[in-house]
């Protein structure tokens, strides 16, 4: 008998199908390939000189517990610890109201799944984190999207939105956004605060890289503007090792969080006890505070190489955000040039971006915009890729 | 504005709702309580001693790559290591056929989400994995049972299904059951294989705990009778450690298990590379073959116990699973007897078990049965635990 399985799949799973962008990671990979495509920490930053003494520590302290079956809602020392680590995000949350994902991608699935009903609205930004879309997908949203501009989602855009498509929830990145590395300013944040307060809505603030700040003042979250209406979720993949899959998050009070946790529970169990145990000592041992500025110092000059060379390099009828941390930068094109054109050529000179249309949840969007990494390679490379693309331009 | 946001909540969440197991297992944990309600492994049964020399391995095997982000299929030391591994499952597969899931429930939830639409047909034994419902439910489907007894999933029960109901897949725990202990003979196996390959069905084999094995002779999976037509998973919490949260799958050939992929990419993006790693130096390294003995040589003088004691203190006219092997033993009462009351009388004198009904896909099914673990005490603790609750009836 046939064993055409596909034939079994489910209408949801034609949302999942192959993403270009997955084939252009690929391309990037390539030797001899400068790669501004991918979004991948630079493993320098990783503390390998102190993980050893972070496992002895992890044994030492729980022993056969770090490695036992654990609490849905994550592993309690690492919440704990996690109380003053999320101040630093101005999110104020007890051991009791934090929760662990299997790093944010977990989190977006678990808020997906408890949340979204088919055809149901999901507000995101225009455009907004690929990641973010790949997680709802799956549970049948129906995108509405808010108007961007260089000081991140515009309030008004927002409002409208609210109004006309009553959202199940806005999904924002506001600090450092990926794609475009831009930050909602702190008067756009107070203004998004009092509209979802408003209008009762609840906002999901997913937040990777606020730490990553190279220079510039720190915005305050907006959950710590509106803590009853925002669900906030941040990871230590950037701050400490992707792989290890851990992230935080913090859901307004009520029921909400005991939802994602049940959800959870039928995806996962739980996170990895020993990633999150690994995260608590990290945390704990003050290993955060003393690498955190390392890892800045080590990403600031790839920026500010990057920033100088499109000065230098790239014509004036291009525009381009100017980010103060982060990993990414967005440039638009003016009217007239293919940017798949120019990523085919890029690709022929061993330079790989990624085209910006990825980043819409509207197909047609972005046709004039691309994505540019910064934090995985030398400033000087950087540099030269740079170059490499204004030639192309 | 109103920040009850349980109104937000997708219809599919109801499905969620709190089990009333959770609180079993709760109670279970009091102090003072024998439980032989949890399903959890012996922490003395993990490879503590070795653990430092394991993680050693993997800084200086993979450095900065093991927390690194990885490849959704899983990290590629841990699926060859697992080629050889499997066929001690009686499961062939190549490196690329193999991928990680997150655990078992990973897996399970990346089943249901790409293939189970809303009112969808699913094949269960009655009674099933209770996991394996809550991985299910969201996705909406309508479950249809499979007839069960001491010898498994009935044959000719499976066939009616599927000329019946034909569902989406049918989803088996042939060895060592949970809930019942009970293992799928080997012509049960292979008419079963044959009825799965003659209707072109999809069979999901979920076989964590063959490993376990105290006694009596391996069968072989269904896997290989039909290696066409299943979709094994089988994971490293029994024989390695649980918190670690890292299982594997076959898919049957074709395009299945490249949707598996994009699905668990939505869902978490990878499992843990660390704890994936430290599962292939634990492969790698033979410590699995060591350690494999110890962990049966501990549990099977507890089910020694928990049989001879059932032997010794349930009347006659109780009946219960004999297992060879697993972490569960099944009891089932003559009518007229209240399972509920007895589990409230247990739990006054300290002895925790979890009534059957849970295991079931319909709520009425069980009503006469209970599920007793015994790898989480001493066989003397179970002897007196099984002692109070002969007394009890």
């Known amino acids: 008998m046939k064993t055409d399985f596909t034939r079994l799949l489910a209408p949801r799973t034609e949302s999942m199908a192959s993403s270009a962008i997955r084939e252009i990671l ?20 990783f503390p390998m000189d102190i993980l050893e003494h972070l496992f002895s520590e992890v044994l030492d302290r729980w022993g056969p517990s770090a490695f036992q079956y654990d609490l849905t809602e994550g592993f309690v020392p690492l919440r704990e610890a996690a109380v003053s680590y999320l101040r630093r995000y101005s999110v104020e949350a007890s051991t009791e109201e934090i929760m662990v994902s299997s790093g944010s991608q ?4 678990a808020i997906g799944k408890i949340l979204i009903g088919p055809g149901d609205a999901v507000a995101v930004e225009s455009p907004t984190y690929l990641g ?43 600090t450092f956004q ?3 590395g831009r930050t909602l300013t702190l008067e756009r944040r107070k203004a998004i ?81 020993l990633s999150q145990a690994m995260a608590a000592v990290y945390l704990e041992g003050g290993y955060l505070e003393e690498r955190l500025p390392l890892i800045c110092a ?6 500010e190489s990057m920033l100088e060379a499109m000065k230098e390099f790239f014509p004036s009828d291009w525009s381009w955000s100017r980010p103060e941390g982060g990993m990414f930068l967005w440039a638009e094109c003016p009217e007239g040039t293919n940017i798949i054109n120019m990523y085919e ?46 030639e192309l331009i």
């Open 26 to 45: 690929k391309v990037a990979k390539r030797p001899g390939m400068t790669s501004l495509a991918g979004g991948i920490p630079a493993p320098e930053t």
């Open 106 to 109: 977990g989190l977006l699935d």
């Open 132 to 174: 973010a879309l790949q997680a709802f997908n799956p549970y049948g949203p129906r995108y509405v999207e808010i108007e961007t501009d260089e000081k991140g989602a515009i309030p008004e855009s927002l409002e409208e939105v609210l109004k006309k498509d009553k959202p199940k929830f806005v999904y924002l990145v506001p």
């Open 178 to 180: 990926n794609p475009t």
């Open 193 to 273: 605060a009092e509209i979802i307060v408003r209008h009762g809505a609840l906002l999901v603030e997913d937040d990777p890289y606020a730490a990553l700040r190279y220079r510039g003042d720190t915005v305050p979250s907006i959950k710590s503007m509106a803590p009853d209406h925002v669900l906030y979720g941040t990871t230590f993949s950037k701050v400490f090792a992707p792989g290890l899959r851990v992230g935080l998050a913090v859901p307004p009070p009520g029921e909400l969080g005991t939802w994602l946790v049940k959800a959870k529970q039928g995806t996962d169990l739980h996170t990895s006890t």
């Open 298 to 303: 080590h990403y600031a000059p790839r920026l």
């Open 345 to 390: 050529k890029a690709l022929s000179r061993n330079v790989a971006f990624v085209p910006g249309r990825y980043f819409y949840a509207d197909p047609a969007g972005g046709s004039r915009t691309m994505r540019l990494n910064f934090t995985n390679a030398d400033p000087d490379v950087l540099r030269q890729a740079i170059r490499t693309l204004g």
